[in-house]
Structure formats: C-alpha cells, structure tokens
C-alpha cells in the first residue's frame, strides 16, 4: 500500500463488531513512522452501537475518499487508496519531484 501521500487518516469503528475488521486491518498496515507523517484520528464506538465503520482520508493533493468498510473488504479499501497514490506518484514524476 503507498502512503506516502495520504495526509489524514480518520477512522470510526466499533472494536467489538466482525464488521470493523477491515478499520483494524488497514490502521495495523499503516508503517510504523506514519503518525510522523500524517494525522491519525480514531474515534471507538460503544460496544451496543450500530453505526456503520467508516474510514475517510485525505490526500496531499486534498482529495478526500470517504469509504463505508462494512461493506468494503480490505483488498477493496487498498486497491481504492493504491489507484489515487499511483495517479500522484506519476505526476510527482512528471515534475521531477
């Protein structure tokens, strides 16, 4: 997974449910500088509560991606975040940076 240019991430999840597997898995693959780098945010749902995982960040270029894990399995989510990260990294190319 590039991350190199995410600026944000956000997560909200409750811990207890199966369905905030994917919030978990994807926090736990983020490299171990990455709060050096970018703004981590999670917010823990009570255990009764019902509301759906959500996992938003933002990139260096201020696209925000806005994605409902409950229904996204973590190949999906990574794929979504590879695609936009690709896309900077040619263009940071393209400029020689």
């Given at each position: 997974?590039?991350?190199?240019?995410?600026?944000?991430?956000s997560?909200?999840?409750?811990?207890?449910?199966?369905?905030?597997?994917?919030?978990?898995?994807?926090?736990?693959?983020?490299?171990?500088?990455?709060?050096?780098?970018?703004?981590?945010?999670?917010?823990l749902?009570?255990?009764?509560?019902?509301?759906?995982?959500?996992?938003?960040?933002?990139?260096?270029?201020?696209?925000?991606?806005?994605?409902?894990?409950?229904?996204?399995?973590?190949?999906?989510?990574?794929?979504?975040?590879?695609?936009?990260?690709?896309?900077?990294?040619?263009?940071?190319?393209?400029?020689?940076?």
């Amino acid at each position: 997974m590039i991350t190199k240019f995410i600026t944000t991430v956000s997560t909200k999840f409750n811990p207890f449910s199966k369905r905030a597997k994917t919030c978990r898995i994807f926090l736990a693959q983020l490299p171990s500088n990455a709060r050096q780098t970018m703004k981590i945010t999670t917010k823990l749902l009570p255990r009764e509560s019902k509301e759906a995982s959500t996992l938003s960040l933002t990139f260096k270029d201020g696209k925000e991606m806005q994605l409902e894990t409950d229904k996204l399995s973590l190949r999906d989510v990574m794929e979504e975040v590879d695609r936009h990260s690709r896309g900077l990294k040619r263009q940071a190319e393209l400029l020689g940076n």
